[in-house]
Structures are given as structure tokens and as C-alpha cells.
């Protein structure tokens, strides 16, 4: 499976294209601030073209480029619970966050909702690009966060490590930690329930692609992330 990934301009949130191989189509998944002129590049240097664009969760930091992405054609898929912060985002996140990006970035903020949404649930399995992708639902760190697991792996990583599936995980887990249960639409017990009933039972050949930060594998969670270590039974 070709795998690229890249940092947005903001908030080091990773976007990931993936795709069969080069040449055809792909999927975009979080599409954060900033990403527009290096996924062109991407796109163009190994002729890719955008089948959709999924989307872990609707925090800004992964969703703010997904209309000029998507265009007028392509599809973002979103979990159910979390269509309604694409109505109005920057209304619906932090003032000073948004005041923070417009400094930064020197112009004014805008947004526009996609215009085709498709509501996706959990045990979904979508077929799009070549790629077979499961949905499994894992609130905590919003209503509708989503792991999109791949029947695949990146090319050439399993000279590298043992795996034999992709998990891309968005905030819910990262190398070494998990994603925020304070911020709207968190939930701490709710966190705790996805961890031990959609984390842990994933298997320790599953290749982790996270929302921030590096890869790992779900054996080296497993055996060093303290919040899979402390679980409550």
C-alpha cells in the first residue's frame, strides 16, 4: 500500500494519503490547516487522484481543509456523531484558537461545509480506492472519533517491523499516549470504555498511524502506554 504522510501547518496534525499504488486513486485522511499545497504536490508527484477523504474526527486541526480537498465532487466521510461540527466549525471552536490561526497565518479564517457528507457508523466497511476500510466508532476524545483499520500495510514496512494491518487512529491513540478527553465533546469514561473494548483487542501486528506524532505498533502500546497499562478491568 502506498502510505504518505505529512504534518499540517498547525498543530503538527498528520494527513495521510493512501492508496494501492501510484497511478491511481487514493484516500485523504484529515486533511488539517495548511495541507493544500503540499497534497497537491503529493498528488501530482505520484499521480494520484482523490476517491475521498476521511475524516478520524471534527476538531479543526483535522478538518479545516477538507472542502477546497473535496471540491465539488469528492466525498468526506464522517462518524454520525460528529456531522454536525461541520455545519459551523469555526463557530464552534475555541475564539482564541481561531484568533491564534488567523495571527499565525496573517489572513482572516473562513469555512465552508463540504458538499457531500457522508455519515459513516460503526462496523461500516467502506470500499473505496482499492482499499477495503473498517470503521470501528471510538468516542472519548469527541463524540464521533473513528480508527480506520486497513486491510494493508505501508510498502516495504514489513522489513521493518512485524505487522500485517494499518490502524490509522486519529486522537484516539498516539505513540505513548491518548487523546484529550477536556476539550467539547470529550469524555473521559467514555475514553476509558474505547481504549479496553476497541483498543486493546486489536492485534500486536496492527501498524498504528496516530493523528500526531510518529507510528507505532499496538504490541509496543501494548507493552508501554501507560494508559493501555492502567486500564480498569
Known amino acids: ?18 492508496a494501492t499504488q501510484a497511478g491511481e486513486e487514493c484516500l485523504v485522511v484529515d486533511p488539517g490547516i495548511g495541507v493544500e499545497e503540499t ?50 466549525l469555526l463557530g464552534q471552536s475555541n475564539p482564541g484558537l481561531v484568533a491564534m490561526l488567523e495571527q499565525q497565518f ?41 480508527m480506520f483499520g486497513i486491510d494493508g500495510v505501508p510498502d516495504g514496512i514489513r522489513e521493518q517491523v512485524d505487522v500485517d494491518r494499518t490502524m490509522v487512529s486519529g486522537d484516539v491513540l498516539f505513540a505513548g499516549s491518548i487523546g484529550r478527553t477536556d476539550l467539547p465533546g470529550g469524555d473521559a469514561a467514555a475514553m476509558q470504555r474505547s481504549l479496553r473494548d476497541v483498543v486493546l483487542p486489536l492485534p500486536d501486528t496492527t501498524l498504528v498511524l496516530p493523528g500526531h506524532y510518529h507510528a507505532t505498533t499496538m504490541a509496543h502500546e501494548r507493552a508501554t502506554n501507560p494508559y493501555l497499562k492502567d486500564l480498569p478491568a
Open 106 to 146: 496573517g489572513r482572516a479564517a473562513t469555512w465552508t461545509e463540504p458538499t457531500n457528507v457522508v455519515e459513516i457508523g460503526d462496523g461500516t466497511r467502506l470500499k473505496l480506492a482499492g482499499l477495503d476500510v473498517d470503521v470501528l466508532h471510538a468516542p472519548g476524545h469527541t463524540e464521533g472519533s473513528v
Open 1 to 18: 500500500m502506498l502510505t504518505i504522510a505529512f504534518p499540517a501547518q498547525a498543530f503538527d496534525t498528520n494527513c495521510y494519503v493512501l
Open 39 to 88: 497534497l497537491r504536490e503529493v498528488l501530482t508527484e505520484h499521480r494520484l487522484r482523490p476517491a475521498a477523504v476521511l475524516l478520524t474526527h471534527g476538531h479543526v486541526d483535522h478538518v479545516y481543509s477538507v472542502t477546497p480537498v473535496c471540491g465539488a465532487d469528492t466525498a468526506a466521510y464522517i462518524h454520525r456523531d460528529d456531522r454536525y461540527r461541520l455545519h459551523d
